[in-house]
């Protein structure tokens, strides 16, 4: 058998195929025929599903009855207005040069933002890996150079890997990584809006494994599917679920997507962010504190705490949600964007008001972008 | 934010790589990664490998959708690359 050519060129080769049109069309109109004895609620929480979904224009595909709701699934909507107050006080420093993910450059924090600051003469840098923040700092020895530190188990591993690695007296970080099964566990927990299934995120998955997700079954007895996100991964992935949601219990957590994500995990990313860090509370913007949801410093590495080391203190009226805001809701899944007031009025990418509108994976700027995308292709 | 780019790896040096897709080469470390070889695909994430993808797998995974779902493609498995787009 001939093997078929893997090239990368996304739209053909072997591992384009999950961009094939027809099998695109085939499942969704597989969905489109399933009939629901009552209405069904799945959440994601991955802010490049919500991009696929909305660029996809999956949920017009949807049949009657079934929602599918964004969850809390993008580490830079999540992150509270006080973790960008410190990398604000940070940059108000004298000889400091703050770096940050593009993500976090824009969010505002009170009247403010970094990308502000920056325009105001501080120096704050843009980074697209944690070792150009690392480089910095070993090329400005003279200065305190403090890495805002966001992501979820996905980015937590190349996090920990560069700290690993070894950095520059001069270099810190302002910790604000949080993990996805604690969040999970409190959505359950909590009861909000009660979810028939997860669509569980793809690269967080490539850490976690299927097995980071076993309490889903075992504790909760809850259906989760675990998806890529291509538009055939994507409706693959919610045809299985409501599948299994309509066959009835006993449920599991399926692995569709093998071809990256194993049983176990990446073990040794697992190791590296074990050795650096460790689970500690952490707050969720619009949320609030989740039990273990946080990653801080093991006291080996505790030298490069920028809180302690800068004396940066979290203020208390860093404000999460600015009036006129709803993201708090449409992070929940209680709420979709389009009930917001100011969506696409007094909030768009080019003015973001709330946070769900500045990240590209926000679940208002998804929306946004794509709100007149009806169809697949 | 963290979006993975699939990338293959053309280079090899300790931990340090050079990946390729649509002819962008980026440097890329591969401290997360058990044994990579040049040839395999990768997931790449802020200067990271994180995780390689396995051909057979994804192989797999596309003929179940063709038995279960008779979602058929515009080319087979065996021929994916007559592309129309
Ligand atoms: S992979 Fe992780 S960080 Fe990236 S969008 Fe999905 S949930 Fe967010
Ligand atoms: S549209 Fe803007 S203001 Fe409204 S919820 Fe979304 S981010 Fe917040």
Redesign the interface.
Known sequence: ??????????????????H????????SS?LADLVLPRPLSLMHVC??HEQSIAKAGIRSMLPDGLRLIAGPG???CVCPAADIDLAVQAARREDTIVTT?G?MFRVPSGDTSLELMKADGCDVRVV?????AVKIASENPGKEVVFVA???E??A??IA?SI??GVPENFSIIRSMRLIPPALEFLLEKGRGSIDGFILPG?VS??LGRKGYSFLEEKYGVPAVISGFEP?DIL?GI?GLTEMVLAGPPFSVLN?Y????SENG?V??QE?IDEVFEPAPSNWRGIGSIPLSGLVLRTEYSGIDALTRLGLEPSAEAEDVRPGCICHEVILGESEPEQCPQFGTGCTPRRPHGPCMV?S?GTCRARYQYRHTGDIY | ????I???ITEINGNEAVA???GIRKDV?L????GAEIGD?I?M????A??????E??????EL??KV???????S?????N???
């Open positions: 058998m001939s093997n078929p050519p893997i090239t990368m060129n996304s739209r053909d080769g072997l591992y384009g195929s999950f094939d049109p027809a099998m695109a069309q085939g499942l597989r802010g490049t993008c580490p830079v993910f993500d697209y890996s944690p070792l150009d966001v992501g979820f996905t980015t591993g190349p890997a690993r690695a690269h490539t850490v055939v693959r045809l569709l093998r071809r990256v994500v990446n040794k990313a590296l990240s994976e | 934010m963290c979006l993975a699939p990338m293959e390729e897709a649509g470390r401290d997360l990664l058990e695909f997931l994430h802020t200067g990271y994180i995780e390689k993808l396995d051909p797998e994804a192989r797999e995974t596309l959708i063709k779902y008779r979602a058929g493609m515009t080319g498995v065996e021929s994916p690359d592309d129309e787009q």
